[in-house]
T-cell receptor, first 113, second 110 residues
Framework: NAGVMQNPRHLVRRRGQEARLRCSPM?????VYWYRQLPEEGLKFMVY????????ESGMPKERFSAEFPKEGPSILRIQQVVRGDSAAYFC???????????FGPGTRLTVT | ELKVEQNPLFLSMQEGKNYTIYCNYS?????LYWYRQDPGKSLESLFV?????AVKQEGRLMASLDTKARLSTLHITAAVHDLSATYFC??????????FGSGTKLNVKP
């Protein structure tokens, strides 16, 4: 059973470009969470999704950020018109239907130049 | 406000010494988690604590949970250099939202 997969692992974007981060949950997991981690800081919750539904997006910035988890395919975190302050590590975690433990992916490290 | 407070934030200790990391959380939770993160890496699950009085041990690490005090501890026994990492606690609030502490950066000096 493969773990949580994220790609790309490293992403460099210029200011104003779009960043698309992908997360494939573990097999059988129907819940996906996205977190952002700034250097030397803890994880900050961004959004919690189930298939085709956003359950809680209270941690998402109101502009430029969006997330989806379609019926087929990976979950996508999309950042439009990136700014330098978006540079961070973005982690995805998935959990099974019984909402037990979270399993984390390797993260995508976004650098905005 | 729902939050998690971890302390200390930084911990430098000699090999062979014991120490405890504390994690306070602000409201009732049925699950408390401890993770380890090495620099540039993802989070590795260490312990899941499910009930009051739960104690789990793995090697030199032991985690406990006191739900009445809303406190979890991660105790390090006879530290070794390989334990150097950042340790996070996390708890699950209502509606399946997880909150993380700021992390404790542990440096074990040989």
């Amino acid at each position: 059973n493969a773990g949580v997969m994220q790609n790309p692992r490293h992403l460099v974007r210029r200011r104003g470009q779009e960043a698309r981060l992908r997360c494939s949950p573990m097999k059988g997991h129907s819940h996906v969470y996205w977190y952002r981690q700034l250097p030397e800081e803890g994880l900050k919750f961004m959004v919690y999704l189930q298939k085709e539904n956003i359950i809680d997006e209270s941690g998402m910035p109101k502009e430029r950020f969006s997330a989806e988890f379609p019926k087929e395919g990976p979950s996508i975190l999309r950042i439009q018109q990136v700014v330098r302050g978006d540079s961070a590590a973005y982690f995805c975690a998935s959990s099974p239907p019984n909402l037990g433990e979270q399993y984390f992916g390797p993260g995508t490290r976004l650098t905005v130049t | 406000e729902l939050k998690v407070e971890q302390n200390p934030l930084f911990l430098s200790m000699q090999e062979g010494k014991n120490y405890t990391i504390y994690c306070n959380y602000s409201t009732t939770s049925d699950r408390l988690y401890w993770y380890r993160q090495d620099p540039g890496k993802s989070l590795e699950s260490l312990f899941v604590l499910l009930s009051n009085g739960a104690v789990k041990q793995e090697g030199r690490l032991m985690a406990s949970l006191d739900t009445k005090a809303r406190l979890s501890t991660l105790h390090i026994t006879a530290a070794v250099h390989d334990l150097s990492a950042t340790y996070f606690c996390s708890w699950r609030a209502n509606f399946n939202k997880f909150y993380f502490g700021s992390g404790t950066k542990l440096n074990v000096k040989p």
